[in-house]
């Protein structure tokens, strides 16, 4: 046994996040292969989207291991601590940062994102912190542990982090000001109506939302430590204890910087998920195809990419060589209390194109809106975003490969709808909504599941 | 807002701490008068138990309870010695007849027991005086109180979403101290209830209007706990009302089991006795009713007529038809999580410790090895009860029928159920029971397992890994490890309570009754990826 390991390939994953571990599981299920995965992080991969939960007392940091911590032992996959500084290709090796090494027969790069930083006048000053390490969770307890230490904090950056770690220090009552350099948030994604719902959805939470703002620089007090920041546009002053800076992510891959990985803002993959170097494959947030597939950016920071491009790269690796090709897009977060899902592509009014119609409705009262996009020659369906209702992924996806036009979404709506039993529905409106708009005579299905499960 | 929780919380912590004293309090004895009235009430056939007693109870002194019980259960102790020592005496001198008389003067029953029966006719003093006042001071106070301390939620806990906040940073909720201080009044509580039942006598007598009221006779130590179940289910049932108000399932769910507790497992009982019938709770299935076909049930139900029959009827259609049929339809959850008492306790006083159940796999097998047991032991017990109901004999293969009986109500019934399934929530989830011990949860988790059209569907590919779910799963089911494959969960355990799908934060689960068909789902490469790849590897 022992010998036939020797003989086997062995394949080093760095970074253990979903990515990596996903590509482990994968071709343990396919192989016997040696597999190390390294992280300098954490011995144990977490769930980095749960690491809120943490500081708002919902979770336990232990609660964020999706597998117990025999899991990696029973599966014979090896954890290894440490930070990889280098590495060196042509003699198929490793180095990290205490000068150990180790030897590869095919590497995977999974090593994600780290924040970005704009090169801001004390970015790197005590109490300024990203969201996105396990490390940068235990700085926000040692800066922002409760409102008494931390009297106000400013939020940069109005993305998808930003309004999670505004939510969190809204849960211990600590003040927020929030600034987005949009004119409303998220609304180089968003349609407008929703963006505009979250803006007040925000100010509803007690969250200082500042729009049009960019930060200026931050100022340090005697100890080194933050003090206050100075918003670009007007000059004001905000005292504050601490600062998140939330601008987006961008590929961890700085430790690539002197090998002949060719890169760009990330680890250059083919549809292979293969890099120029042979044997070595980068996946997760960290890629960047070199050719981006039909509307998606070239690097997705998103968990579902992640753990996509990990099912795939381990075919490959197990000598079934499989592109790289996702399905429809879908994704999903929450905003505060209100929670999205999209399936396919809504544009916002910014980013869309001549031929697409964008259908909405919203809830005259709750935090409940819908925008449906379909092509305006074809009626083809080509997105929804939901805010505070629940869709079924399989539906839509199945609506969009068969390529299903507008009015067959909006008849079937109900069959869609994933709220949880006895709630409300609103087929009825939002059909009566797109009657009135398009002139046409739809009637709403009852839920079917039959239809529900034709597929299967 | 927050002086109001803060008072209420006071006026609960009075309510309570009076509540509490009330045992010490009091003084118990007994006139000759009395000791005589008692004696020819009871039929105490035995001169040297009289002359016992007299010497004990029979006093000015103001006996505490306590005193009170030792001396009472060392009086029955002695004379029940007294004549057994005469009945071997007898024996060995062969003197058949005397032995046989000798046999009528032993006193049976639990030595507490004897001595709660004594204490509630002895007992004087405050509560047994003014028990309406008493009330108020204690169940009211603490109602009101609560109530105080839960209502401003509705403003405090702010927009009606799901609030988790801070419940692993507090010390109640956080298996801190408080949470350790709860578990031992729980346990001792039980404790008390159970073996001790003469040393809470003064808890009945604050309810004795009340009972005579319902059902015509003075409140027992059962009829306390049941109404002080019935109130914090209230009260932490209104505390689940703001929590989840939100969430329909959770009203209508929490809705159902206060109804089933109230009105099926309190007041209908009560009022069946008082109507001389036996007094039964027609949802609660054997064998989670464990002694539905023990010898006293099944005689006292003969001897009750029409409605004895229909009882009898009733209880064996509920278990063997109208479970199971529901499960099918509905999952186990209909049972569970919407209609019966110790679901019910444990969905609302037992809601804040849920996230303490244990998810690791060890639990499960755990878990499994322990509730099949209890479900083997319930049977096995039922069928040597019945044999010998039936043929008259007191044992089969061995096994005596009292001993099994005993051993069960014992372990099972007082220790497992009460102690340990109660006792335990601040420490160890709120349903220790329900998860590992109860045998009608057993024998559901097979039919929602093999033939049910309950699932909790998995959404696509959506689940983000986060945790919220497993966390906060009562059962100690690990969802996220089926949700993160997209995998639709389907397992014995599951009792439908819905928190699940009301944690996650991006609305990846779904609990649903649908065709049985593509209710189990195993997928290899989850909804999202490569059309082609998925084809290939999921088939
Ligand atoms: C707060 C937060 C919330 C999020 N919420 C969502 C969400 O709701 N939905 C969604 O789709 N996405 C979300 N994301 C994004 C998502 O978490 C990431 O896309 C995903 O985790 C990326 O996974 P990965 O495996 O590529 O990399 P990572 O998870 O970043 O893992 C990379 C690992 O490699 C380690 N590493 C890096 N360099 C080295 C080195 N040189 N040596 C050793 N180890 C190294 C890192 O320390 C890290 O542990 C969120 C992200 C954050 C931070
Ligand atoms: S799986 Fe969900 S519904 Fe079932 S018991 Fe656990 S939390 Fe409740
Ligand atoms: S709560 Fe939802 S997203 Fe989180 S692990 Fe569970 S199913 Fe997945």
Redesign the interface.
Known sequence: MKINQQKMEHIVIIGNG?AGVTAARHIR?KSDKKITIISGESKYFF?R??LM?VY?????FE????Y?NWFWKKNNIELKEGFVTKIETDKNQLLFKDNSSLFYDKLIIATGSKPNKFGWKGQDLKGVMGLYHKQDLENLEKFAPNKGVCKRAVIVGGGLIGIELAEMLR?RKIPVTFLVRETSFWNSVLPTQESEMINRHIL?HQIDLRLNSNLKEIISDENGQVKSVIIEETNEEILCNVVGLTAGVSPNIDFLKNTNIACNKGVLVNLYLETNIPNIYAIGDCAEQTHPIVNRRPIEAV??TG??MG??VA?TICDKK???????W?N???FL?I?Y?TYGWVFSEQTKSENEGCFQWQHPSENKCISISYDKNSHEFLGINTFGI?????IF?QWL?EKKSVEHILEFLADAN???????SHEAEIVTKFNQEMSTNIQVKKKS??R??SK? | MKTIKYLGLGFFLVGFFIFTMAIFSGYFNFTEQELDCYISEKGYKSERLKEELLKSIVTDEKLSIFEFSSKVRATFETSNRHHEILISKYNSEKNWTKKGEEFQYKVSGKPHNLSFEIAKKAGKGFFKDQPTLAWWLTLGLGIFGALLFILPNVILLG?P?IK???????SATNRGFIAWLVLIYLVVFYLLLYFMPDYVVNWTFIFDPISNALNGGNASQWFVYGFLYCAIMLVMGARMYIKYRY???QI?RTTSVLFFQIVFAFLIPEIMTSLNMPGYDFKNAFPLDYDFFFEWNLKSLQNSGAIGLFILVWGIILTIIIVPVMVYFFGKRWYCSWVCGCGGLAETLGDPYRQHSDK??NAWKLERWVIHLVLIFSILMTVVTLHCYFSGTSSLLGIKSQWIKDTYSFLIGAWFAGVIGTGFYPIFGNRIWCRFGCPLAAYLGFVQRFKSRFRI?T????C?????C??YCEQGIDV??YA?KGENIIRSSCVGC?IC???C???VL???N??E??RI?PT???????????KLLND
């Open positions: 979903i299920k769930s989207t749960a939960y708002m007392g919902h979770l336990k609660h964020t291991q999706p117990e849960s509803e968990w579902y753990r996509m099912e795939t075919q499989t592109e790289y090709k996702p399905g429809n879908f999903s977060a929450k209390d929670e899902q629940r869709m079924r992924h399989e996806d490969s994933f709220d949880p039993e006895f709630y409300k599941w039959k529900i499960f299967v | 927009k979403v988790n906040d801070g419940i692993y940073h507090e969430n329909k399932y209508i690791s796999l569907t959404n696509g590919g959506q983000i890994s986060c945790g919220n497993s966390t996220r490890a993160q819905g799908s009301a944690v934060p991006r609305g779904k609990l649903e649908g065709p068909k593509g789902n290899k490469i989850l909804l999202g990826n490569d059309v082609d790849l998925m």
